[in-house]
């Protein structure tokens, strides 16, 4: 199974812990290691990585890991790094033609998550989006999160703005080539080029559905906050799967 990871983005709410976001070390593992480690814990065996903001670092970074970890991490570039994440996404489009697992840079999450959205049949032409249903989790960041509408399996909307949801984004997804068609409808249609966007083009069309992660562990790393729920989450979840608490530790 291939993955690709967004990795693009300046991240400067987390500036003063690392100039390379995807490089922010919790506990000192590189959030992008932690979120590689995941995936492969998760079935993946083969890596697309969108680099844009301090690439060539990162980029640098990655050859080494995935040498010393024995993967397969392959470098796309998106030079117009300050726009929506749905450009980084559709750097891919040439590289990815069977449906393939999407995540986020700064997300960290139990691998089993992984293992069970790509067990689920995928809708043809669409995708899978893991939510989370809690809306009282205390992890999230209300403000920041990205919001869901969905009506049984299928997504009805998606956004950070929306006043009416029911579940939340994990930055998780099990797609196929469709979404990058989406995106680029998306672009044209509304001037949107967000993920977000994409998605709920899909959605329109019946072609977006979900996968409720239960209670497991997410947590988007977006600022100081966010940074130091991750520090404690890790530690309190050191002998859960998915949750390496020590650098010197085997998993995540």
């Not at 480690?37 to 697309?48: C, L, W």
């Not at 959605?203 to 409720?212: M, N, R």
């Not at 520090?231 to 390496?244: D, H, Y």
């Amino acid at each position: 199974m291939k993955c690709l990871i967004i990795a693009a983005g300046q991240g400067s709410r987390l500036r003063q812990r690392a100039e390379s976001k995807p490089l922010v070390p919790i506990h000192g593992i590189p959030l992008i290691q932690r979120v590689i480690r995941a995936a492969v814990a998760g079935g993946v065996d083969e890596f697309y990585v969108v680099s844009g903001y301090q690439g060539p670092r990162l980029r640098e970074h990655l050859d080494h890991f995935a040498g010393s970890e024995g993967i397969v991490v392959n470098h796309l570039v998106n030079r117009h790094w300050q726009q929506p994440n749905g450009v980084s996404v559709l750097q891919a489009r040439s590289y990815l033609s069977d449906p393939f697992l999407l995540l986020m840079s700064d997300h960290l999450f139990d691998p089993s998550i992984v293992r069970e959205l790509l067990d689920q049949p995928m809708v043809a032409d669409g995708l899978i989006l893991a939510v989370d249903k809690r809306l009282n989790n205390p992890l999230v960041d209300l403000d920041d999160v990205t919001r869901v509408y969905c009506n049984g399996d299928k997504i009805q909307d998606i956004g950070k703005g929306l006043s009416n949801f029911n579940a939340f984004d994990t930055g998780i997804f099990y797609s196929t080539p469709a979404l990058f068609v989406a995106l680029e409808a998306s672009i044209e249609n509304n001037g949107n080029a967000s993920l977000s966007g994409g998605v709920a083009h899909l959605a329109s069309l019946g072609k977006a559905e979900i996968f409720d992660i239960g209670d497991r562990f997410w947590l988007d790393i977006d600022d100081s906050r966010s940074y130091v729920k991750a520090e404690v989450a890790l530690i309190e979840g050191a002998n859960q799967e998915g949750l390496e608490y020590s650098s010197r530790s085997a998993t995540v």
